[in-house]
Nanobody
Framework: QVQLVESGGGLVQPGGSLRLSCAASGSSFSINAMSWYRQAPGKQRELVTIFTKGGSTNYADSVKGRFTMSRDDAKSTVYLQMNSLKPEDTAVYYC???????????????WGQGTQVTVSS
């Protein structure tokens, strides 16, 4: 069974930085896409950044130049480096991976459990 485990959220002052991690555990899968979403209180979940296999990484306009997604394919882990954080970045952040399960011969979409990021002085 494959699952995603997130870590790295917390409380940070405006202008500070945080790095989120999301690791896929299990075996016999390949990764087709990786993305990060966030959901602020009272708002819909929104896409922050997405990487698709064979493609480029795209970012929401609100985070361009401040957030960077990277990945370690050997560890099946994706990271979100968040710099110059603003109060409006406060949200629960979710990672999502579109995987292909080799042992079941089918695609699957997995979500992390979510991690709280709070930007406040």
């Amino acid at each position: 069974q494959v699952q995603l485990v997130e870590s790295g959220g917390g409380l940070v002052q405006p202008g500070g930085s945080l790095r989120l991690s999301c690791a896929a555990s299990g075996s016999s899968f390949s990764i087709n896409a990786m993305s990060w979403y966030r959901q602020a209180p009272g708002k819909q979940r929104e896409l922050v950044t997405i990487f698709t296999k064979g493609g480029s990484t795209n970012y929401a306009d609100s985070v361009k130049g401040r957030f960077t997604m990277s990945r370690d394919d050997a560890k099946s882990t994706v990271y979100l480096q968040m710099n110059s954080l603003k109060p409006e970045d406060t949200a629960v952040y979710y990672c999502k991976m579109d995987l292909y399960l080799i042992y079941l011969n089918r695609p699957v979409e997995l979500w992390g459990q979510g991690t709280q990021v709070t930007v406040s002085s």
